[in-house]
């Protein structure tokens, strides 16, 4: 079996599809909220916002993995970066869900706004070189 050098592995494929599955959740999260009726979370919000969280957890999981062991190409500043924007991220969304518990949607979407752009940033500063 032939491998290419700039071929790339079928880690940074899973990558790919980890960040892309976590920008369109934390997109879908304020979408979902700004169209519901009532103050409470039903279940098909409960899974959209577990599932956001957990692929950007897992995104911050992988960075780390991948940084301790030299693939990554990063400097230690983006490292920190991108793990600082999974944390904020992960603040944000308890933030969000308890801001609408608290049946406060406008500062619930508004977390979730600021989720969408820590997750963007955490991936382009994980994909630029």
Same mark, same amino acid.
């Not at 916002?49 to 500043?77: N, Q």
């Given at each position: ?35 519901? &009726? ?23 999981? #992988?960075?780390? #993995? *991948? ?21 904020? +991220?992960?603040?944000?969304?308890? *933030?969000?869900? =308890?801001?609408?518990?608290? +049946?406060? =949607? &406008? ?23």
């Amino acid at each position: 079996m032939k491998v290419y050098k700039d071929m790339p592995s079928k880690s940074l494929y899973k990558q790919n599809i980890l960040s892309l599955a976590s920008i369109i959740l934390n997109i879908s999260w304020p979408l979902l909220i700004s169209r519901q &009726t009532e103050n409470d979370m039903d279940n098909s919000e409960r899974r959209i916002h577990f599932a956001a969280m957990i692929t950007t957890g897992l995104l911050g999981l #992988t960075s780390l #993995t *991948s940084a301790f062991r030299k693939t990554s190409g990063l400097s230690p500043f983006r490292i920190f970066l991108v793990l600082a924007c999974v944390t904020g +991220h992960g603040f944000l969304g308890v *933030s969000s869900r =308890k801001a609408l518990q608290s +049946h406060d =949607k &406008t500062r619930a979407i508004q977390y979730g706004f600021y989720q969408i752009i820590l997750s963007l940033f955490a991936v382009v500063m994980r994909r630029s070189r």
